[in-house]
């Protein structure tokens, strides 16, 4: 009888809400059934938005790979560039060096040449004058002989041999119609008068 009694409640509720509950059960099914193609359409889309992403991530990642690969072997041809640069300019400034050593020991020898010639014409020159002096001063004393040596005719002798070794004359230093020998010789002759 309870069977029979819950078999009326629920004829009675059938009667009462069985239309309302089919139009519910049909709008639930309605809806399960838009919410499982919006959620389908949402995977997919996810989906999609994913693997875009994901190819457009891998082909930048592989453009980003491609630009530091070239800016790598860029940069390594700019070093070897650079390098044979500086080796080039080494190897310049090496040869120009070595031609400026060997131009400078050139000139270094010619003007020690020089210097060498010059000496030696100086000492000659030196030895020259040297005799021309000690020829002088002999041929002074010679003429002087026994007579008295004055101040003054000293000083004459040795005022000519200083003109011989400046390569003048003392009579061109005097005026040119004086004859310095003939006042020499007369200032001797009124020394040894007195």
């Known amino acids: 009888m309870a069977e029979k009694n819950m078999n009326n ?9 069985g239309s309302q509950l089919k139009e519910f059960e049909e709008k639930f099914n309605t809806l399960s059934k838009t919410l ?7 995977l997919q889309t996810f989906r999609e938005s994913h693997s875009k992403l994901e190819k457009e991530t891998s082909r930048s990642l592989e453009a980003l790979e491609q ?7 860029a940069t390594q041809k700019e070093r070897a560039k650079l390098k044979e640069l500086i080796d ?17 020991l050139t000139k270094l020898k010619i003007m020690k040449e020089n210097v060498e010639d010059e000496n030696q014409k100086m000492n000659d020159n030196l030895l020259t004058m040297k005799k021309q002096i000690e020829a002088a001063l002999n041929e002074g004393l010679a003429n002087l002989g026994e007579e008295k ?5 000293m000083a004459g002798m040795l005022l000519d041999v200083a003109m ?15 004859d310095l020998n003939s006042l020499l010789a007369q200032e001797q002759k009124s020394e040894s008068k007195q």
């Open 67 to 73: 630009k530091i690969d070239n800016l790598a072997e």
């Open 36 to 42: 499982q193609s919006v959620e389908e359409k949402v």
């Open 9 to 17: 409640v629920d004829q009675i509720r059938e009667l009462i809400f």
């Open 164 to 178: 011989k070794i400046q390569g003048s004359d003392v009579n061109s230093m005097v005026a040119p119609n004086i």
């Open 88 to 104: 080039t300019t080494d190897d310049a400034l090496q040869a120009q060096l070595k031609s400026q050593k060997e131009e400078f």
């Open 149 to 153: 040596l004055s101040r003054d005719a």
